[in-house]
């Protein structure tokens, strides 16, 4: 067993922790179970509480260029109240619910872009100390896996997936980011849409999907962008034909019909028009129904998991020089 130190405001010789979560992807609106596990330091401490901190990687668009920063998405108290004595082993069993918001971070085994980890946060005498930092893998619930895997079968390729931070209006979004897919169009409609972006917003009642087009400027019409609003059922998931169903959405899309458009909120900004970038540069090259999705560009899923502490160590870096 590996433990990880806190050397923070705990001090060297505090106590040390490693979180290690249920193997397996997560899901959105689902629980995460596992174990905090203790050693304690050179001396006994009352530990007060033990959190678990839900955190992403974000990408903020600016009027020049696009930032990346971290983001707390939720925090979970799992434990606290206890006596950690010198030396002494203390495991801490958890099962928490994510939020139904929770970007998907991969599909049929492979990474997707968006990084995203459980931080785990001690707090001994009045002081908090960040320890253990898990990557974690989050698969999609049944309907956006039936979705996706329709723009697939429609002759869609899948470019990339990022998190935005910001809000998108009308949708009842509660985290403060949200998952952008970026989608290319098939050859058929290469010549009126650059490229298609989906975004789902889930609830317990269902999923409100949003698609963007990119719409390629014509002879006798500018280049804009079209957004709109749709809506479907946990429960229908099994029983609806999804080619028929994205189908249709992407034809009231494309044609730009106006009845159901919305616009992505960025603080007080108003932007129809966004674009977002390349997240962390893992490449979707295509979905078929029960077929793996591939990873382009020089990054496979292990590497993304490896990297975990690399894409949260500037944020970490800079809390640090704060604290000191």
Request: glycine residues 14%; contains cysteine; proline residues 6%.
């Amino acid at each position: 067993m590996v433990f990880k130190k806190l050397l923070g405001a705990l001090g060297v010789g505090g106590p040390s922790v490693d979180t290690v979560l249920q193997p397996g992807p997560a899901l959105p609106g689902g629980p995460l179970s596992g174990e905090v596990r203790l050693r304690g330091g050179g001396s006994d401490v009352t530990v007060d509480r033990i959190s678990l901190l839900l955190v992403a990687r974000v990408e903020r668009e600016g009027q020049e260029e696009e930032d990346e920063g971290t983001v707390v998405l939720e925090r979970f108290t799992v434990g606290g109240g206890f006596r950690l004595a010198e030396e002494a082993d203390h495991t801490v069993p958890f099962t928490v619910t994510l939020p139904w918001e929770t970007p998907v971070t991969e599909l049929h085994g492979q990474h997707l872009g968006p990084v995203l980890g459980i931080r785990t946060e001690l707090e001994i005498a009045g002081a908090r100390d960040k320890g253990d930092l898990d990557a974690l893998a989050v698969g999609p619930l049944p309907a956006q896996e039936a979705i996706l895997e329709a723009f697939g079968q429609l002759g869609y390729a899948f470019r990339s997936a990022d998190l935005e931070l910001g809000h998108i209006r009308g949708t009842g979004q509660q985290l403060p980011c949200y998952q952008e897919i970026e989608i290319l169009p098939p050859a058929g409609h290469a010549h009126t849409v650059n490229e298609i972006e989906v975004t789902f917003i889930a609830a317990p009642g269902g999923l409100k999907i949003v698609i963007e087009a990119d719409k390629r400027a014509g002879l006798f019409s500018e280049g804009h962008d079209t957004v709109h609003r749709f809506t479907a059922s946990h429960h229908a998931a099994p029983q609806t034909d999804w080619n028929a169903q994205v189908d249709a959405w992407l034809k009231e899309v494309i044609a730009g019909h106006e009845g159901h458009a919305v616009s992505p909120s960025y603080g007080d900004e108003h932007d129809v028009g966004h674009r977002s970038g390349p997240g962390t540069g893992a490449v979707v090259a295509g979905v078929a129904a029960g077929v793996a999705v591939g990873v382009v560009g020089g990054m496979v899923a292990a590497e993304v998991v490896d990297e975990i502490g690399d894409a949260f160590e500037g944020e970490e870096d800079e809390e640090s020089e704060e604290e000191g």
